[in-house]
């Protein structure tokens, strides 16, 4: 009888190796018993010390209010997803990736909401603007971030302050000299300084219907208006003394109006 010894070798190796792939795959995705269990819980707010609005123990007291909470659960009754979409209904949370690993451990990592100014309006509301000029709600979040009060609609905060508050953060002199935006009745803004004891009176920021042409004009207005000011502080101020005046008035492009600060008598100036 003529045996075909190399189509019987190749069968057998390839039924070894049917058999083979069968047992790693059982094995690969059979935990062990010490990886039944969720082990660990690791949390990285990747902004924590930047932004401040949540910790690790808000996440893990919001996940154990909902049941979620993963540690000593089994690792197939862990829900990733779920536990993403839950977290992301926090008002201060901008993205969520929880994943498991084969090792028991449960990793969730977020980014929080940028917020870029604090809003405090005429009519009671106190809320902040994020980088995408979105409302968050108030909070224990206490960062040095410049505040905005007078007479301000939700729809003026999102469509005005929201880039005049970014122009000043991408500047480093006005992100440290503007403490307060004020919005007066008719719309007028004045800005607050750290130091100095005055009140700046910008003008009026131009309107436009379309967000990148608002932008825009805010922008090259807002430049022309602190290049002024700039100007009149190092040459002016600085030669008078910063707290001559209580009112700098920069509305109009040719003239700067300044009114002088009243001297208290029993300690003149």
Same mark, same amino acid.
């Given at each position: 009888?003529?045996?075909?010894?190399?189509?019987?070798?190749?069968?057998?190796?390839?039924?070894?190796?049917?058999?083979?792939?069968?047992?790693?795959?059982?094995?690969?995705?059979?935990? !062990?018993?010490? =990886?039944? /269990?969720?082990?660990?819980?690791?949390?990285?707010?990747?902004? #924590? $010390?930047?932004?401040?609005? +949540?910790?690790?123990?808000?996440?893990?007291?919001?996940?154990?209010?909902?049941?979620?909470?993963?540690?000593?659960?089994?690792?197939?009754?862990?829900?990733?997803?779920?536990?993403?979409?839950?977290?992301?209904?926090?008002?201060?949370?901008?993205?969520?990736?929880?994943?498991?690993?084969?090792?028991?451990?449960?990793?969730?990592?977020?980014?929080?909401?940028?917020?870029?100014?604090?809003?405090?309006?005429?009519?009671?509301?106190?809320?902040?603007?994020?980088?995408?000029?979105?409302?968050?709600?108030?909070?224990?979040?206490?960062?040095?971030?410049?505040?905005?009060?007078?007479?301000?609609?939700?729809?003026?905060?999102? !469509?005005?302050? =929201?880039? /005049?508050?970014?122009?000043?953060?991408?500047?480093?002199?006005? #992100? $440290?000299?503007?403490?307060? +935006?004020?919005?007066?009745?008719?719309?007028?803004?004045?800005?607050?300084?750290?130091?100095?004891?005055?009140?700046?009176?910008?003008?009026?920021?131009?309107?436009?219907?379309?967000?990148?042409?608002?932008?825009?004009?805010?922008?090259?207005?807002?430049?022309?208006?602190?290049?002024?000011?700039?100007?009149?502080?190092?040459?002016?101020?600085?030669?008078?003394?910063?707290?001559?005046?209580?009112?700098?008035?920069?509305?109009?492009?040719?003239?700067?109006?300044?009114?002088?600060?009243?001297?208290?008598?029993?300690?003149?100036?």
């Amino acid at each position: 009888m003529n045996v075909n010894w190399k189509k019987t070798v190749t069968m057998l190796v390839d039924a070894l190796l049917a058999v083979y792939l069968v047992l790693a795959f059982t094995a690969f995705n059979k935990p !062990n018993a010490k =990886a039944a /269990l969720c082990q660990k819980v690791q949390i990285d707010i990747q902004d #924590e $010390n930047t932004n401040g609005f +949540i910790t690790a123990n808000d996440i893990r007291s919001r996940l154990d209010a909902n049941q979620l909470y993963p540690l000593n659960k089994p690792m197939q009754a862990v829900q990733a997803r779920k536990i993403e979409e839950m977290l992301k209904r926090s008002p201060f949370v901008k993205t969520v990736d929880c994943y498991k690993t084969q090792d028991g451990c449960v990793s969730i990592s977020i980014t929080q909401r940028m917020p870029i100014v604090r809003i405090k309006a005429a009519n009671g509301e106190d809320y902040y603007l994020d980088d995408n000029n979105q409302v968050m709600p108030n909070s224990h979040y206490s960062a040095d971030l410049i505040i905005a009060t007078g007479h301000i609609s939700k729809a003026f905060a999102q !469509n005005y302050i =929201a880039p /005049l508050a970014k122009l000043f953060m991408d500047n480093e002199l006005w #992100e $440290n000299q503007v403490e307060q +935006i004020n919005i007066l009745p008719d719309k007028g803004v004045e800005l607050v300084p750290r130091v100095g004891q005055h009140v700046v009176f910008i003008g009026y920021l131009p309107q436009a219907s379309s967000l990148k042409e608002r932008n825009e004009k805010i922008a090259d207005f807002v430049e022309k208006k602190l290049l002024r000011l700039e100007k009149f502080y190092k040459y002016g101020l600085s030669q008078v003394g910063w707290n001559k005046y209580s009112y700098i008035n920069l509305e109009f492009d040719n003239q700067i109006i300044c009114k002088k600060k009243k001297e208290n008598k029993n300690n003149p100036e």
